[in-house]
């Protein structure tokens, strides 16, 4: 399997930390050079480890901020 390559490009926000010091992050990351994605996942300490997470266009990221924000009605 090909080595992975990333870059966090910016940090949009922290949602939670694990009481390991893991945290649950929004950021805008570029994957192998590609052109930067949002991408909601948990990251290690240092940001060399990472679990399972989701990335977004930001058309995507926009229809997620409606369909949050339908929730409350």
Not at 16 to 44: C, F, H, I, M
Not at 52 to 71: D, I, P, R, S
């Amino acid at each position: 399997m090909a080595e992975l390559k990333y870059e966090i490009k910016e940090n949009i926000g922290v949602l939670s930390e694990s009481p390991k010091g893991w945290t649950k992050e929004l950021n805008l990351v570029s994957w192998n050079g590609r052109e930067p994605k949002y991408d909601l996942r948990d990251w290690a300490p240092e940001k060399g480890k990472m679990g399972k997470g989701v990335t977004m266009t930001e058309e995507e990221l926009k229809e997620l901020k409606a369909v949050l924000q339908n929730m409350d009605k």
